[in-house]
């Protein structure tokens, strides 16, 4: 029998649309199925001030294709030069919805973000007085730190500290992958929130390089052990408002990720709503989906939810997604999660 579920709309709080010919291959995939996404501002170069980010703004309507509706909700990448008064300006004019945080090195086109924390001190002052999100991207970058410690490392040495020294400043943990952040979420009693993308609710380490190593499961943070997969999953279907989705949908055509330096990310801008319906299904929570897709990350960024709707369908056979998209720079391959789906999306 074919059982159906109707959500308010979902958002997606973290997403890679790059710029150009990429940007036109891969925003309707997300604008099938949401209605507004947090767009992450690692371009080259990236986007650093208010008109960067009107201007980039711009760019993604306009690659809209006729007849769909999305909302673009800007960030501004921080760097040790940012300006407190361009970004109290750019969050007054309505423009800029977060600021994000990349340790300088940690992953894709973050060569410009922070080393010392001391100098971006006043621009988070600045935010906590505003009342405007810092998104970080958790990982220290020290070549002493085992990759799959980089996140616990962070929240101790960094993030705690931070958030310590600056009263008020709200923070998205994003992308979380350990249960040391889902506990930290927890622990702490307000202006605090984490996304968790769809991959690292399906993937453990073990997916990514047992019986050959699987680049397309390759992100950053990079997934951990299963006990960590379980605390997400945990998490996202508990209900708990400090939890909500973030695909982290990162395109990177498969020329770039298949090569003897690959590149970090998983797009899952295509199939998210139906695998999440699956992960959620598994977990005997499907009445929790809604919360973590389309009600938690509204409340946590004091927006309206979306006035429409998106329905899931369960059908009778496996779904066939595409196994790719084509691009003009190459195809980029869709996440594929290693088992049957039967869910789809009628939007
Ligand atoms: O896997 C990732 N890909 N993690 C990130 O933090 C960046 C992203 C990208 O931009 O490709
Ligand atoms: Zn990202």
């Not at 980039?56 to 800007?74: C, H, K, N, T």
């Not at 992953?107 to 080393?115: E, I, L, M, R």
């Not at 998104?135 to 490392?153: L, S």
């Not at 779904?319 to 039967?342: A, C, L, S, W």
């Amino acid at each position: 029998m074919t059982q159906s579920l109707t959500l308010t709309r979902p958002d997606d709080w973290h997403l890679h649309l790059r710029d150009g010919d990429m940007l036109r291959a891969v925003l309707p995939e997300t604008a099938r199925d949401f209605g507004r996404a947090i767009i992450m501002p690692n371009l080259v170069p990236p986007v650093v001030t208010a008109a960067q980010a009107g201007a980039y703004r711009d760019r993604i309507l306009a690659a809209l294709p006729e007849g769909m509706a999305f909302e673009p909700l800007m960030t501004l990448y921080l760097t040790e030069e940012t300006d407190p008064e361009d970004v109290a300006a750019a969050h007054a004019s309505g423009l800029v919805k977060a600021v994000k945080l990349y340790p300088a090195g940690a992953t894709t086109n973050s060569a410009s973000g922070v080393t010392d924390f001391e100098k971006v001190r006043p621009v988070l002052e600045k935010m906590a007085e505003i009342g405007l999100p810092l998104c970080t991207h958790g990982e220290v970058t020290d070549h002493d730190i085992d990759i799959f410690d980089r996140e616990a490392v962070f929240i101790d040495r960094v993030l705690d500290p931070i958030r310590r020294a600056t009263p008020g400043l709200r923070v998205v943990m994003e992308h979380i992958t350990t249960a040391n952040a889902a506990d930290y979420v927890r622990s702490q009693e307000a202006d605090l929130g984490a996304t968790i993308t769809t991959h690292h609710l399906i993937i453990n380490r073990n997916h990514i390089l047992v019986g050959g190593i699987k680049p397309h499961y390759y992100c950053l943070p990079v997934a951990k052990r299963e006990e960590h997969r379980l605390a997400l999953r945990a998490a996202a279907t508990s209900g708990d408002a400090r939890f909500f989705l973030g695909t982290d949908s990162a395109p990177h055509t498969d020329a770039n990720k298949l090569q003897p330096c690959g590149c970090a990310g998983c797009f899952t801008a295509s199939n998210t709503m139906p695998l999440l319906a699956h992960v959620f299904e598994e977990e005997d929570a499907l009445e929790q989906l809604e919360r973590f897709a389309s009600k938690n990350g509204p409340a946590f960024y004091r927006l309206p939810e979306n006035d429409r709707q998106i329905t899931l369908v369960k059908q009778d056979a496996p779904v066939r997604f595409p196994e790719k998209i084509d691009t003009p720079d190459g195809p980029v391959t869709v996440f594929d999660p290693g088992f049957d789906v039967y869910w789809s999306t009628e939007s």
